[in-house]
């Protein structure tokens, strides 16, 4: 049996740092914007090399809160990459303002940047870029293009903790950068948790108060907030996977090069590294029209393997309204024959082998 992710190994490696972490929170009773959400939203604007780091309840508060702190709303038209999670979607909704999905690149899967200088309209408010699956999107071009039409960059970082261009990680080049903590990610917490950062004074004072009731003193609320808090308990959990997070990044690095090296010559299109920045993979995903008899022989040997994503957010039934004759050729074909492996930083070589010997059995057969 092998998983997408194996979290009960990782635990059992860190297993006496989280428990001592865990037992301090309990044992202060302290468990909501105590000290070690503060500490982490410390470190982790330190590693991310932001001025600001705003703890949340999740990566999908995250987004809405950062485009709410944007100014984003109705009339908006914010451009995005129809494949992505929804919740990269959800968020332009939730504040009112119109998804506008563009085309990806075909080697990288990032949003296609040509494909987004020509949405641009006049009411194009933001672009949300997605480093999918930790390869981080060209940021040097995009940002001269959204300066140069007076936009927006929020940035989806949700899979690409820790990925970086030239030593500047992803999060700090746009005017906020969204990460989610959800347990499978490359850096996840034991329930849900996020984080947005910025350098903007401004904005992260927004935040503060949009994450908690539309209040900056106790009491006083100026505006409609929410309740959208990392918890103590999660705070701590990450505190402790943070130092780790680089040897993380670099197995996870291993084992996708490794993959590269045995499914070199099968057919398959394996994971195209730009090279603009440094791949996290989050995921590890392939191409290849014999997919459906891949996964089945996986699933037949009980190598975990999942499709990310198959249906794109403009082919939702929830944005046909938005959507409708909308054509984006690469986006479909990807979907159409794409799937990702298991990959963790824990991963052995034995296990490689094993997934990438069932796979050449299955082209074989
Ligand atoms: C996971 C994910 C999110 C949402 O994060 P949650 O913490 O689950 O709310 C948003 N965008 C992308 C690209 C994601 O992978």
Request: aromatic share 16%; charged share 15%.
């Given at each position: 049996m092998i998983p997408m992710v194996d979290l009960k190994l990782q635990y059992q490696q860190l297993q006496s740092d989280i428990d001592a972490a865990l037992a301090d929170v309990l044992d202060s009773t302290a468990f909501i914007l105590g000290p070690n959400v503060r500490a982490f939203e410390a470190e982790a604007a330190e590693y991310l090399g932001t001025q600001f780091a705003i703890g949340c309840a999740s990566g999908t508060d995250a987004l809405h809160l950062a485009l709410l702190a944007a100014g984003i709303g109705p009339g908006d038209e914010v451009i995005t990459s129809a494949f992505t999670f929804i919740a990269t979607a959800e968020a332009i909704a939730y504040v009112g303002a119109t998804p506008v999905f563009v085309d990806i690149d075909e080697r990288t899967m990032n949003l296609d940047l040509d494909a987004v200088a020509t949405a641009i309209s006049d009411n194009t408010a933001a672009i949300l870029p997605v480093h999918l699956f930790g390869q981080p999107v060209d940021m040097g071009q995009l940002s001269a293009l959204a300066e140069k039409h007076d936009l927006t960059i929020v940035e989806d970082c949700a899979q690409s903790f820790g990925a970086d261009i030239s030593g500047q990680q992803?999060?700090?080049?746009?005017l906020a950068g969204c990460f989610s903590f959800f347990p499978s990610k490359n850096l996840g917490c034991y329930g849900d948790g996020g984080l947005i950062t910025t350098n903007s004074e401004s904005v992260r004072d927004h935040l503060l108060s949009l994450r908690n009731h539309g209040s900056s003193k106790r009491y006083h609320h100026q505006e409609i907030g929410y309740n959208s808090r990392l918890d103590e308990i999660q705070a701590a959990i990450l505190r402790v996977k943070l130092r780790h997070i680089d040897r993380f990044n670099q197995e996870r690095r291993r084992v996708a090069h490794r993959y590269n090296e045995l499914l070199a010559d099968t057919g398959i299109t394996t994971p195209f590294e730009d090279g603009i920045g440094t791949h996290v993979f989050h995921q590890y995903t392939l191409r290849s029209p014999q997919r459906d008899a891949i996964m089945a022989a996986l699933s037949q040997r009980e190598i975990a393997c999942a499709i990310y994503?198959?249906?794109?957010l403009h082919r939702q039934e929830v944005f046909a309204e938005v959507c409708?004759?909308?054509?984006l050729p690469v986006t479909e074909a990807i979907a159409s024959d794409c799937f990702s492996l298991p990959i963790f930083p824990e991963m052995t070589d034995q296990q490689i082998v094993e997934v990438t010997d069932t796979i050449k059995q299955a082209l074989n057969g």
């Open positions: 992803t999060g700090s080049f746009g994503y198959p249906v794109p409708r004759d909308h054509s």
